[in-house]
């Protein structure tokens, strides 16, 4: 068995495929960091980022003069989204806040998103996902064995937003996507959750039934229709001011009485399965890693507070990994033993299924070289 090696300077590790380390033992992706991440993070915190957040402002409040919103927010009851959220009102905006219901809310991220709302003086819209089809989805992407079992509810999100911004006719879209938090995640921990191609062919192999009421997203859809000839784009304000998740935290708990889910994406039953149990289980992958690099990178946490933080288990106690697997089990409409097998099938790639990383590839490249990523999300 092969040893695994540790960054010396972050927590990730060669469970990430494609990790390099140099001769000080540092990895690739503090190299990425230092390189693009960095930069963005220092003209957040020299209050460069901030002029630039307010012309973005300026741009939105335009837009929406005689409508009744400007924006659409999306939040998901996590620190980010609702944080976002607190500084949309700060900043004088008007969002139509949205959030996606996919069926595995926990009901602390429920209070959250309507108190929270509600305190900020916003309007709310819940988007409910078709059960019966987010259902079957859902079941396929765990029978498929692949590793990425958050595509159908990552997907749905972002289709949801940008449907709901065209028909209220608003031009931006405001997420709590931020690189304070979240500048590393290996590719191979993963698979594109935009690629539509790839969640029907799953589908249509292991579903049972098609996605008529689903909202979903094509390539086109996403990065012609929408940004070009319905001129919406989405803004990410977090990368314009220095966020820190404990300061944010504390704000929401102090102003708003949020309640805090303990770890990143725990607001949803099956994420917090599914990153507690399903990946490092099947996968050996433990995203803890990727997220406390990220807050080590960006100084909000030390590399020896992460380790000892790695060393309690993933998932909060075993009593609420068993209620959680048969709460799932149940919800998704499976006995005990149809999920145990489901849960027990061999590891399969996403390559092994039809997919367009080719198109998506290629889009990256043109981005990269026309320089339009940094006019479009802030970076």
Not at 201 to 206: C, D, K, L, P
């Amino acid at each position: 068995m092969d040893l695994i090696q540790t960054c010396t300077r972050c927590v990730m590790d060669t469970t990430a495929e494609e990790i390099t380390f140099d001769a000080n033992g540092v990895c690739s992706f503090c190299h990425y960091f230092d390189r693009e991440v960095k930069p963005i993070l220092d003209r957040a915190h020299s209050g460069e980022g901030r002029k630039i957040l307010e012309q973005i402002v300026d741009a939105i409040k335009k837009s929406g003069h005689g409508k009744p919103y400007d924006s659409v927010l999306g939040i998901s009851g996590g620190t980010d989204s609702s944080y976002l959220a607190y500084l949309a009102k700060q900043l004088g905006l008007r969002p139509l806040v949205v959030h996606v219901d996919t069926g595995w809310n926990t009901p602390e991220s429920e209070r959250n998103v309507k108190n929270l709302v509600s305190q900020l003086g916003f309007d709310l819209e819940i988007i409910r996902a078709d059960w019966e089809e987010m259902r079957d989805l859902q079941i396929a992407f765990y029978k498929a064995s692949v590793k990425n079992c958050e595509i159908p509810q990552d997907h749905v999100f972002l289709a949801a937003l940008y449907r709901k911004a065209a028909e209220i006719g608003v031009h931006y879209i405001l997420t709590g996507g931020n690189f304070a938090t979240e500048s590393i995640l290996p590719q191979s921990w993963g698979f594109n959750a935009a690629d539509l191609r790839h969640i029907l062919a799953i589908q249509r192999r292991f579903g049972t039934r098609p996605l008529r009421k689903f909202p979903t997203m094509s390539f086109w859809e996403r990065y012609v229709y929408y940004p070009f000839i319905r001129k919406i784009r989405e803004v990410r304000p977090l990368n314009y001011v220095p966020y820190n998740r404990a300061e944010a935290k504390r704000i929401l708990i102090e102003q708003f009485g949020w309640q805090d889910y303990g770890l990143k994406h725990y607001e949803s039953v099956l994420t917090r399965f599914y990153q507690g149990y399903y990946l490092p289980t099947k996968f050996g992958i433990d995203k803890r890693k990727a997220h406390l690099s990220s807050l080590i990178l960006s100084g909000q946490m030390t590399r020896e507070q992460a380790l000892e933080e790695l060393k309690k288990p993933p998932y909060p106690s075993e009593e609420l990994l068993q209620r959680d697997k048969a709460y799932i089990a149940e919800r998704l409409g499976l006995s005990s033993e149809e999920w145990e097998e489901i849960l027990a099938l061999p590891p399969r790639q996403h390559d092994e299924f039809p997919n367009s990383e080719w198109l998506f590839t290629l889009k990256e490249r043109i981005v990269n070289w026309s320089g339009i990523r940094r006019q479009r999300y802030g970076l």
